[in-house]
């Protein structure tokens, strides 16, 4: 395995128990701390990434969040803003009723969202959809590629994607051609490893990494 990501939405048991429902604090906490001391132990090189989405009641917990997992074995850890708006936070985004200028990288280069049923998805944006198919009934190489991942490939190339609700109403960001292209250029694990690091950077030197969108106003930390 080459890269991991652990979303742990929360650095106290109150905001992870709301954003995580039925998960339990200590218990995920631990079990990720196990698989950080077998990977000092084997010596594995797993590039592994801590993550949390910021939403209105673990907004003030970031640097918390940021010294809890400041221990050996994570190489990042990471900070996400709230694309799919759950909460509602900030301002609506309009529905893109026209075609996505350029198909969505991610269904080339990953990654997929995987449920706990074994569930899999093209992205975590298709989640209430169709599953392509199931990693406890096949290998996920075969899902991958299998007929549905391909016919949804086509679509975007086409242009066409009027039968993908989500992919239509899609507030993910969307890179530009140059970006795109040269994440192809680049080893696909490299792209993920630098992708914060470009997000940082096009925020501070205002670079249009990605097609214009609205952009919803930073969330106001929950006042204690």
Known sequence: ????????????????????????????????????????ELEANTFTIIQMVRFKDNAGEVDDFRKMWNIPGVDQVRIKEDEMQFEGVGIPLPPLVQAR???????????????????????????RGEPLGNVNQQELTQIWNNEKMQRLRRSHI?????A???CVNCHAPKPRLPVIVGSFVINGLAVRKLIPMFEKLALILKIPIFETRAVAPPIKAKQV
């Open 158 to 162: 086409d242009g066409n994607i009027a």
């Open 1 to 40: 395995m080459d890269y991991l990501i652990f979303a742990f939405d929360g650095a106290t048991k109150e905001s992870y128990k709301k954003y995580r429902k039925g998960a339990k604090f200590e218990e995920t906490r631990e079990k990720i701390l196990e698989f950080l001391r077998m990977k000092q």
């Open 164 to 166: 993908y609700h989500d």
């Open 101 to 127: 200028r350029n198909p969505c990288h991610y269904l080339w280069q990953g990654p997929v969202y995987i449920h706990h049923d074994g569930n899999v998805f093209p992205c975590c944006y298709m989640w």
